[in-house]
């Protein structure tokens, strides 16, 4: 494991940081078990609430001196990250796919989605445009300028361990943003390796203490950000229910948030689509990363014509899935997170059969040779109702729920009728069916997708999702805006004061 040690983790280590100085704290010790063979990889002390108080400090120390750095000159530190890396890439997938589970490629994949946002934001940091308007007064020029924030909190989950903080602090960083990262407790040595890579940048180019934060810890230290009024934006990824709580608590105060959270997302398949490229896209969107994708493809919306054919082909594809150590590329799908992630997906099944749920693929704990974590299961297809309380929730692993519709207007419906909003598709060759799918009556996702499965969106969209699932937006387009204020500014060169709303006020 010779990729542990060359991204600078041992068995025990500091958990709190300001960017290159340790910080000694005396928060309780989480210990980070790897789900692919059981074994404990390392441990972490977390942040007390001193160590906190002392980084949210330190960061609101950094941020007046590094707003005032010109954004290219940040960019050119992001462009630096990027560089990092890409030399270790190899590495930190490798400990991506070894404490969080997920296969070698995802986990380099993972990686190659931090490469990228580096390089739209180095892009970005000589693109922060603001609008000019044209003054109803003579001799007046109004325009609006984008400031940065201040601090933004980051909380990331378990499942993309170091990706989603990149699109956050990149873009964050670009903007004259400093950053305070907690990562999940599941999964906190990618958190240690980051903060590795980002030190050596940052002390190179002497980019001050405070800049880039983390603060390992668990529920109570989300709590602590979200309450902070020191921290101006706090995105969250995680579930629904974490993310109300969350929400409240940030709003409580007039903070901004960006919510990122659970989704339930569907496929429709329609009688035009090419069958063969859908059944990739369906399995890969079912069992990738074990299920535990917020773009996961949970349900199926299967026209009738092709239901039974299809479900056939599925079936027969769950049985040659081979699951196992991720590290193996042999595999395509590796353990869940941890064992009570496994008793969720035990719980779930027994849920859905109560309901009235129909297994065309049965779900089970694997065990023996290769299995001894506990942690892998079958992926599994169950027929269902969209109506039943457990397609109607979002369950973290690869449970697959098929339905069958007559009609467009019956599938969209279908496909709409969940609480939570993040991600859709629809697998068609027939253009009236894909526009109807795209249109202000198709699907009410932030992503919607024509012949390409629910997951693996690629940064340069906004990513995110409406209803539950919190409306934020992270990553490309023009996502960063919520990363700045917003300011007018209206410049009077004339000789008078004349008064908008054609108001006159005469002394
Ligand atoms: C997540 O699961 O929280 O679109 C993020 C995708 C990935 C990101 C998923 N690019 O599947």
């Excluded at 699109?167 to 964050?172: E, V, Y």
């Amino acid at each position: 494991m010779d990729f542990i040690r060359q991204l600078g983790i041992r068995e025990s280590q500091h958990g709190v940081s300001t960017g290159t100085q340790w910080l000694g704290s005396k928060g309780p010790v989480i210990e980070s078990y790897s789900p692919v063979d059981g074994s404990l990889i390392g441990a972490v002390v977390s942040a007390d609430k001193a160590a906190y108080d002392t980084v949210v400090t330190r960061a609101m120390e950094a941020f007046p001196v590094w707003r005032m750095w010109p954004a290219p000159k940040r960019g050119e530190i992001v462009r630096q990250v990027g560089e990092a890396l890409r030399r270790k890439k190899e590495d930190l997938g490798r400990l991506v796919s070894y404490e969080m589970g997920k296969s070698l490629q995802e986990g380099l994949g993972e990686v190659q989605e931090m490469i990228d946002i580096c390089d739209f934001a180095v892009g970005l940091s000589r693109q922060l445009y603001g609008l000019t308007m044209h003054s109803e007064r003579p001799a007046h020029r109004m325009y609006e300028q984008w400031h940065p924030l201040g601090a933004v909190g980051i909380i990331s989950a378990f499942n993309f361990p170091v990706a989603v903080w990149s699109w956050n602090s990149a873009l964050a960083w670009v903007c004259g943003n400093v950053t305070i990262w907690k990562p999940s407790e599941k999964t906190p040595l990618c958190g240690i390796a980051v903060q590795h890579i980002i030190a050596e940048v940052f002390a190179a180019n002497q980019v001050p203490e405070g800049v880039c934060c983390l603060v390992q810890g668990a529920r109570e230290t989300g709590e602590w950000i979200s309450h902070d009024t020191r921290i101006a934006l706090v995105s969250a990824t995680g579930s629904t229910r974490m993310g109300k709580a969350l929400g409240a608590a940030v709003a409580a105060r007039m903070g901004k948030s960006i919510l990122e959270l659970g989704g339930n997302n569907a496929i429709i398949l329609s009688q035009h689509a090419d069958l063969d490229m859908a059944l990739i896209g369906c399995v890969f969107g079912a069992v990738g990363t074990a299920g535990q994708r917020c773009t996961t493809t949970r349900r199926l919306v299967i026209h009738e014509a092709v239901y039974e054919t299809f479900k056939e082909r599925l079936v027969k594809a769950y049985t040659q899935l081979r699951i196992g150590n991720p590290l193996d590329t042999a595999n395509h799908v590796g353990p869940l997170i941890d064992k009570d992630a496994v008793q969720n997906y035990l719980a779930a099944i027994a849920q859905c059969r109560q309901q009235g749920g129909r297994f065309a693929v049965e779900g089970k704990v694997l065990e023996g040779k290769g299995y001894e974590s506990g942690c892998y299961v079958q992926p599994c297809i169950a027929e269902a109702d969209n109506e039943m309380a457990i397609v109607q929730h979002e369950t973290f692993a690869p449970i697959l729920y098929l339905m069958r519709y007559t009609t467009m207007e019956e599938a969209i419906a279908l496909q709409n009728g969940v609480p939570q909003g993040l991600s859709s598709s629809i697998m068609t060759l027939n253009m009236r069916e894909a526009e109807q799918f795209l249109s202000h009556a198709g699907s009410d996702c932030g992503i919607a997708n024509v012949n390409i499965g629910t997951s693996g969106a690629e940064i340069g969209g906004a990513f995110g999702g409406e209803k539950e699932t919190g409306g934020g937006r992270e990553s490309g387009s023009d996502a960063w805006k919520a990363y700045m204020r917003r300011q007018t500014n209206t410049i009077n060169w004339s000789d008078r004061l004349p008064l908008a709303q054609g108001i006159s006020f005469d002394l």
